[in-house]
Nanobody, 128 residues
Framework: QVHLTSSGGGSVQPGGSLRLSCAVSAFTDSMSAMGWFRQGLGSAREAVAVIGFGGRTSYAESVKGRFTISKDDGDENLYLQMNNLKPEDTGMYYC??????????????????????WGQGTQVTVSS
């Protein structure tokens, strides 16, 4: 069974950057997607970004152009580079694995959030 361990969160000022990492304990199915989600205090969980087979990606509108999701094909770790951070990006960030999709529609994983395995969160706080 795959275990996911998130790290890299912290406190930054608006406009700053952070890089989140998600360590994967075992090989994942390359045909499934991995992703990042976040949850602010008192808010519902929301999708941030997903990555599927062949490096296909999909992003939430609120982070497009600022965040980049990537996956290391060697160790299969997952990353989220976050630039130009805003206070509304504050929240607990979770990585997830095991979303299956069809017809190259990796964006369905972003919409539905149907992932089999979730890691513990890492806190990101953006404030001045």
């Amino acid at each position: 069974q795959v275990h996911l361990t998130s790290s890299g969160g912290g406190s930054v000022q608006p406009g700053g950057s952070l890089r989140l990492s998600c360590a994967v304990s075992a090989f994942t199915d390359s045909m499934s997607a991995m992703g990042w989600f976040r949850q602010g205090l008192g808010s519902a969980r929301e999708a941030v970004a997903v990555i599927g087979f062949g490096g296909r990606t999909s992003y939430a509108e609120s982070v497009k152009g600022r965040f980049t999701i990537s996956k290391d094909d060697g160790d299969e770790n997952l990353y989220l580079q976050m630039n130009n951070l805003k206070p509304e990006d504050t929240g607990m960030y979770y990585c997830a694995d095991g979303c299956y999709y069809s017809d190259y529609d990796v964006a369905s994983c972003l919409r539905l959030g149907d992932f089999a395995t979730w890691g513990q969160g890492t806190q990101v706080t953006v404030s001045s």
